[in-house]
Protein backbone atom coordinates (compact mmCIF):
# COMPACT_ATOMS: atom_id res chain seq x y z
CA UNK A 1 0.00 0.00 0.00
CA UNK A 2 1.34 3.38 -1.09
CA UNK A 3 1.14 6.29 1.36
CA UNK A 4 0.22 9.78 1.24
CA UNK A 5 3.27 12.06 2.54
CA UNK A 6 2.78 14.26 5.25
CA UNK A 7 4.63 17.75 5.57
CA UNK A 8 4.65 20.03 8.01
CA UNK A 9 4.79 23.83 7.23
CA UNK A 10 7.24 26.45 8.80
CA UNK A 11 5.01 27.76 11.43
CA UNK A 12 3.48 24.27 12.31
CA UNK A 13 7.08 22.99 13.17
CA UNK A 14 7.62 26.34 15.30
CA UNK A 15 4.52 25.97 17.03
CA UNK A 16 4.66 22.17 17.87
CA UNK A 17 7.54 23.01 20.43
CA UNK A 18 4.85 24.90 22.35
CA UNK A 19 2.30 22.05 22.67
CA UNK A 20 2.11 19.91 25.91
CA UNK A 21 3.38 16.40 25.25
CA UNK A 22 -0.29 15.24 25.33
CA UNK A 23 -1.02 17.73 22.93
CA UNK A 24 1.85 17.10 20.14
CA UNK A 25 0.92 13.29 20.54
CA UNK A 26 -2.50 13.91 19.34
CA UNK A 27 -0.72 16.37 16.33
CA UNK A 28 1.82 13.67 15.24
CA UNK A 29 -1.47 10.76 15.84
CA UNK A 30 -3.05 13.14 13.04
CA UNK A 31 -0.32 13.11 10.66
CA UNK A 32 0.22 9.28 11.15
CA UNK A 33 -3.58 9.09 10.08
CA UNK A 34 -3.84 11.41 7.03
CA UNK A 35 -0.46 9.62 5.69
CA UNK A 36 -3.50 6.40 5.65
CA UNK A 37 -6.46 8.46 4.67
CA UNK A 38 -5.83 12.44 3.48
CA UNK A 39 -9.55 13.60 3.54
CA UNK A 40 -10.28 13.88 6.87
CA UNK A 41 -12.26 16.30 8.83
CA UNK A 42 -14.08 19.64 7.42
CA UNK A 43 -13.59 20.26 4.02
CA UNK A 44 -12.88 24.05 3.48
CA UNK A 45 -13.01 26.38 0.00
CA UNK A 46 -9.52 26.58 -1.08
CA UNK A 47 -7.61 28.67 -3.74
CA UNK A 48 -5.70 26.15 -5.34
CA UNK A 49 -7.58 24.52 -8.21
CA UNK A 50 -5.16 21.20 -7.78
CA UNK A 51 -5.59 20.60 -4.01
CA UNK A 52 -8.38 20.44 -0.87
CA UNK A 53 -8.32 22.32 2.09
CA UNK A 54 -9.14 20.70 5.51
CA UNK A 55 -9.89 21.46 8.86
CA UNK A 56 -9.46 18.51 11.71
CA UNK A 57 -10.32 19.93 14.83
CA UNK A 58 -8.80 18.43 17.76
CA UNK A 59 -11.21 18.34 21.09
CA UNK A 60 -9.61 19.20 24.48
CA UNK A 61 -10.76 15.48 25.77
CA UNK A 62 -8.59 13.83 22.81
CA UNK A 63 -5.51 16.49 23.11
CA UNK A 64 -5.27 16.19 27.05
CA UNK A 65 -5.49 19.55 27.06
CA UNK A 66 -6.48 22.23 24.67
CA UNK A 67 -8.38 22.24 21.33
CA UNK A 68 -6.59 22.38 18.32
CA UNK A 69 -7.74 23.10 14.80
CA UNK A 70 -5.20 21.86 12.16
CA UNK A 71 -5.93 23.29 8.81
CA UNK A 72 -4.02 21.19 6.30
CA UNK A 73 -4.12 21.16 2.51
CA UNK A 74 -4.23 17.97 0.09
CA UNK A 75 -2.54 17.63 -3.30
CA UNK A 76 -3.82 14.29 -4.35
CA UNK A 77 -1.91 14.62 -7.86
CA UNK A 78 1.66 15.09 -5.88
CA UNK A 79 3.63 11.79 -5.14
CA UNK A 80 2.71 8.70 -5.61
CA UNK A 81 -0.78 8.54 -3.42
CA UNK A 82 -0.78 12.44 -2.61
CA UNK A 83 0.72 14.59 -0.02
CA UNK A 84 -0.59 16.62 3.05
CA UNK A 85 0.57 19.73 4.06
CA UNK A 86 0.02 21.06 7.35
CA UNK A 87 -0.39 24.84 7.02
CA UNK A 88 -2.34 26.25 10.58
CA UNK A 89 -2.05 24.74 13.99
CA UNK A 90 -5.29 27.11 15.43
CA UNK A 91 -4.82 26.47 19.68
CA UNK A 92 -8.12 27.04 21.51
CA UNK A 93 -9.25 27.36 24.84
Not at 42 to 52: I, S
Request: hydrophobic share 40%; with cysteine; proline share 9%.
Amino acid sequence: MTLALVFADDAVEKMLPELTPTERVAVTDLMAALEIEPRQGEQQPGYDPNAEEYIVRLTPKRTAGRGISVVYRFHPYMASNGACLLRWLIIGP
